[in-house]
């Protein structure tokens, strides 16, 4: 960029971009990008950027999606060397996506077994890789060179990799995004999907018995099937529920089943069975060398334990999250907030102790003589202190006023005042 080739600069930063789609750098190095001239092609560089060709297939889990089937396929078309829609419909879905030349059709009968149909459908793809893709996600009109770009560059890396792909979460009219989903593998690597609901990609040998590359990816869907509506309208909690319940049963030591049934429980207000369900998560997963989600069950139990108001047990669990990771934002934030509530009972604490000692000292009698000074200001400036604190500024305003007249002595009582009128002058300023 520096050296004015910006196609080819802008070209080696997609790829960066592309193999780190929550990097900092984007917004800054794309408006320098504008202002660069676009150069001379680099033959040397572009040799650097080459990936073998693989093909992609793309491939849909439906179930009565006439609504939405054509806008999904349509968003994959060019992406994808071939489409396979698991369809166990009984509307126009298997019809309208037929219409596409690149679409094979699937019919399964539905088993309440998400894996067992996606591992169906797995049986029936030609391509070296498949993206998996739900109706209700668009695939970003910018990431449909990506698709088979990233495929290219992972194709012979030594562990089976697993790509997560960048979810867009309309949810409330406001967009959350989301790198936890697993969905493009190669097909010859020994990888399938695991569970009823929920499914995760591992190896075939077994969900934790085999070390697979994961890895977060530049490849955009807008999606909307999170949106509180949406799960209603589908009652997709309670169908989650039921169908967890039917995975712990068959197999109670996976930590994943419990963690997810201790999410789902809490979304729809069972607290406590969401509570032990997340305690077991905990236990289980701490004995699963690759179970991958600790910082979930971690996340989880914190916040349960805040809404209790369990400061103590919820600053415990928030610090074994920073132990497995001390990099996660989330448990940052909360042992934020757990602090700041931890401060709040404090203050209290240290408010009702102040008022005590300036009352007690009328009434104490004692071999050890008391400090006078407490009950005549130094009690009081320390209640306009916590006001100040906790942002009170007209309350310590006035206790520093009175004390300020009886005591022209004290040190830095003008110090406060002028700093408080300082803080007044600011809020009063125009925005």
Same mark, same amino acid.
């Given at each position: %960029?520096?050296?004015?080739?910006?196609?080819? #600069?802008?070209?080696?930063?997609? $790829?960066?971009?592309?193999?780190?789609?929550? #990097?900092?750098?984007?917004?800054s190095?794309?408006?320098?990008? @504008?202002?660069?001239?676009?150069?001379?092609?680099? *033959?040397d560089?572009?040799?650097?950027?080459?990936?073998?060709?693989?093909?992609?297939?793309?491939?849909? !889990?439906?179930?009565?999606?006439?609504?939405?089937?054509?806008?999904?396929?349509?968003?994959?078309?060019?992406?994808?060397?071939?489409?396979?829609?698991?369809?166990?419909?009984?509307d126009?879905?298997?019809?309208?996506?037929? /219409?596409?030349?690149? =679409? /094979?059709?699937?019919?399964?009968?539905?088993?309440?077994?998400?894996?067992?149909?996606?591992?169906?459908?797995?049986?029936?793809?030609?391509?070296?890789?498949?993206?998996? =893709?739900?109706?209700?996600?668009?695939?970003?009109? @910018?990431?449909?060179?990506?698709?088979? @770009?990233? #495929?290219?560059?992972?194709?012979?890396?030594?562990?089976?990799? =697993?790509?997560?792909?960048?979810?867009?979460?309309?949810i $409330?009219?406001?967009?959350?995004?989301?790198?936890s989903?697993?969905?493009?593998?190669?097909?010859?690597?020994? !990888?399938?999907?695991?569970?009823?609901?929920?499914e995760?990609?591992?190896?075939?040998?077994?969900?934790y018995?085999?070390?697979?590359?994961r890895? #977060?990816?530049?490849?955009?869907?807008?999606?909307?099937?999170?949106?509180?509506?949406?799960?209603?309208?589908?009652?997709?909690?309670?169908?989650?529920?039921?169908?967890?319940?039917? %995975?712990?049963?068959?197999?109670?030591?996976?930590?994943?089943?419990? !963690?997810?049934?201790?999410?789902?429980?809490?979304? *729809?207000?069972?607290?406590?069975?969401?509570?032990?369900?997340?305690?077991?998560?905990e $236990?289980?997963?701490?004995?699963?060398?690759?179970?991958?989600?600790?910082?979930?069950?971690?996340?989880?139990?914190?916040?349960y334990?805040?809404s209790?108001?369990?400061w103590?047990?919820?600053?415990?669990?928030?610090?074994?999250?920073?132990?497995h990771?001390?990099?996660?934002?989330?448990?940052?934030?909360?042992?934020?907030?757990?602090? %700041?509530?931890?401060?709040?009972?404090?203050?209290?604490?240290?408010?009702?102790?102040?008022?005590?000692?300036?009352?007690?000292?009328?009434?104490?009698?004692?071999?050890?003589?008391?400090?006078?000074?407490?009950?005549?200001?130094?009690?009081?400036?320390?209640?306009?202190?916590?006001?100040?604190?906790?942002?009170?500024?007209? @309350?310590?305003?006035?206790?520093?006023? =009175?004390?300020?007249?009886?005591?022209?002595?004290?040190?830095? !009582?003008?110090?406060?005042?002028? %700093?408080?009128?300082?803080?007044?002058?600011?809020?009063?300023?125009p925005?």
């Amino acid at each position: %960029m520096h050296q004015g080739y910006g196609l080819t #600069a802008k070209r080696v930063f997609n $790829r960066a971009w592309l193999l780190d789609p929550e #990097a900092a750098w984007v917004k800054s190095v794309y408006e320098a990008l @504008e202002q660069t001239p676009d150069g001379d092609e680099r *033959v040397d560089i572009e040799g650097l950027l080459h990936v073998p060709r693989v093909t992609v297939a793309a491939a849909i !889990l439906a179930r009565n999606e006439e609504q939405r089937i054509e806008k999904c396929i349509t968003a994959l078309y060019e992406a994808v060397d071939e489409i396979i829609l698991v369809d166990s419909s009984t509307d126009r879905t298997r019809e309208i996506a037929s /219409k596409f030349s690149k =679409v /094979k059709v699937v019919s399964i009968e539905w088993r309440d077994h998400f894996a067992a149909a996606r591992n169906e459908g797995l049986n029936h793809i030609q391509s070296d890789w498949v993206l998996w =893709v739900d109706t209700d996600e668009l695939l970003l009109e @910018e990431d449909v060179c990506g698709v088979r @770009e990233l #495929a290219g560059i992972f194709h012979h890396h030594p562990i089976p990799p =697993v790509l997560h792909i960048w979810h867009l979460n309309q949810i $409330r009219g406001e967009v959350h995004h989301d790198f936890s989903q697993t969905r493009m593998f190669p097909m010859k690597r020994g !990888l399938q999907f695991w569970g009823r609901i929920h499914e995760q990609i591992s190896s075939s040998l077994g969900m934790y018995d085999e070390e697979t590359y994961r890895r #977060a990816v530049r490849i955009r869907f807008l999606h909307d099937g999170y949106d509180p509506s949406v799960i209603k309208k589908k009652n997709k909690l309670e169908r989650n529920l039921r169908l967890l319940k039917m %995975m712990i049963e068959e197999d109670p030591n996976d930590p994943g089943n419990w !963690l997810f049934f201790g999410r789902e429980s809490l979304l *729809v207000g069972q607290e406590e069975q969401a509570f032990e369900a997340l305690l077991e998560a905990e $236990r289980i997963g701490l004995q699963t060398p690759r179970f991958g989600r600790m910082l979930d069950v971690y996340k989880l139990l914190t916040q349960y334990y805040m809404s209790r108001k369990d400061w103590k047990q919820a600053e415990t669990t928030c610090l074994k999250a920073l132990e497995h990771n001390n990099q996660f934002p989330d448990a940052h934030f909360l042992l934020a907030q757990i602090r %700041m509530k931890q401060a709040d009972e404090l203050y209290l604490q240290a408010d009702f102790h102040l008022k005590k000692a300036k009352t007690s000292i009328k009434e104490y009698r004692g071999s050890v003589s008391a400090d006078y000074q407490i009950g005549q200001w130094k009690a009081d400036l320390a209640v306009a202190d916590l006001a100040l604190r906790a942002g009170k500024l007209a @309350e310590a305003r006035h206790i520093y006023q =009175v004390h300020a007249k009886r005591y022209l002595n004290i040190e830095s !009582l003008s110090q406060r005042l002028d %700093m408080i009128e300082k803080q007044k002058q600011l809020l009063n300023r125009p925005m």
